[in-house]
């Protein structure tokens, strides 16, 4: 509920800027952008940015993966320490990103044009699945299918320079952006499982827990459910392509 808010917030601030800051100009208010740097990670990023005052905009933008297996699998695996986790692991993921920018430039600030800086927040909402294996009865390895969602949520400052390529075509340089927030989610798996298969289960997923991530297992005759909690950090970065209008 806490990041519902908080997302709610700042989309209530930026549709307020827009509405009550008076227009700079006529023309070329507006700039939609792909940012190529994500697809190293197979997600798409797409960009809208609005200059609403004299070297200020408002800028926001989305990203999606689609279902695939882990990017950077190796870096997941020294986190978690356990590779039986991220053995048959895939992931998709939505990202939203809004952020203010103020251009320093006193030549091309108020055209949207040179070095930026300003403060943005960003929200994730990751979808995991995964087969995790276990021991039978009959001294068998079985898989129990787990899959859930992870929302995540962090504010951040963003440094970056944008400049123009040819009429209307620009380029946004977003050169460095930390961001730091927390992460929750549970991750759920349904299988008819034997005491002694519990026990089994139970103690090989007590492997995921770290002094990062909080983990809290429950394993059932059911199956097993996986809550988790942390701190989220990152940095974003981009090199965008744009059109002006």
């Given at each position: 509920?806490?990041?519902?808010?908080?997302?709610?917030?700042?989309?209530?601030?930026?549709?307020?800027?827009?509405?009550?800051?008076?227009?700079?100009?006529?023309?070329?208010?507006?700039?939609?952008?792909?940012?190529?740097?994500?697809?190293?990670?197979?997600?798409?990023?797409?960009?809208?940015?609005?200059?609403?005052?004299?070297?200020?905009?408002?800028?926001?933008?989305?990203?999606?993966?689609?279902?695939?297996?882990?990017?950077?699998?190796?870096?997941?695996?020294?986190?978690?320490?356990?590779?039986?986790?991220?053995?048959?692991?895939?992931?998709?993921?939505?990202?939203?990103?809004?952020?203010?920018?103020?251009?320093?430039?006193?030549?091309?600030?108020?055209?949207?044009?040179?070095?930026?800086?300003?403060?943005?927040?960003?929200?994730?909402?990751?979808?995991?699945?995964?087969?995790?294996?276990?021991?039978?009865?009959?001294?068998?390895?079985?898989?129990?299918?787990?899959?859930?969602?992870?929302?995540?949520?962090?504010?951040?400052?963003?440094?970056?320079?944008?400049?123009?390529?040819?009429?209307?075509?620009?380029?946004?340089?977003?050169?460095?952006?930390?961001?730091?927030?927390?992460?929750?989610?549970?991750?759920?798996?349904?299988?008819?499982?034997?005491?002694?298969?519990?026990?089994?289960?139970?103690?090989?997923?007590?492997?995921?827990?770290?002094?990062?991530?909080?983990?809290?297992?429950?394993?059932?005759?059911?199956?097993?459910?996986?809550?988790?909690?942390?701190?989220?950090a990152g940095i974003r970065a981009g090199i965008s392509i744009g059109y002006r209008f």
């Amino acid at each position: 509920m806490k990041n519902k808010n908080l997302l709610g917030l700042t989309l209530l601030s930026i549709t307020i800027v827009l509405c009550i800051i008076p227009s700079i100009s006529v023309a070329q208010q507006n700039t939609v952008k792909f940012n190529l740097l994500p697809l190293v990670g197979k997600t798409f990023a797409f960009e809208y940015e609005r200059m609403v005052a004299p070297k200020m905009s408002v800028n926001a933008s989305i990203g999606f993966r689609g279902k695939s297996s882990l990017p950077f699998k190796s870096t997941i695996e020294d986190l978690i320490e356990d590779e039986n986790f991220t053995n048959d692991a895939t992931l998709d993921h939505f990202t939203f990103s809004p952020e203010f920018r103020f251009y320093t430039s006193k030549k091309n600030g108020n055209a949207g044009r040179g070095f930026y800086v300003g403060p943005f927040f960003k929200y994730g909402k990751y979808n995991i699945t995964t087969n995790y294996p276990y021991e039978t009865d009959q001294g068998t390895t079985e898989t129990v299918p787990l899959k859930g969602g992870i929302g995540t949520w962090g504010f951040g400052f963003v440094i970056g320079s944008q400049f123009k390529l040819a009429k209307s075509v620009f380029m946004d340089l977003r050169i460095l952006g930390p961001h730091y927030g927390g992460a929750s989610g549970t991750i759920s798996g349904k299988m008819d499982l034997s005491p002694q298969e519990q026990q089994y289960l139970r103690e090989e997923l007590e492997n995921l827990q770290n002094d990062i991530v909080d983990i809290e297992t429950t394993v059932d005759a059911q199956g097993a459910t996986l809550k988790a909690k942390s701190p989220w950090a990152g940095i974003r970065a981009g090199i965008s392509i744009g059109y002006r209008f």
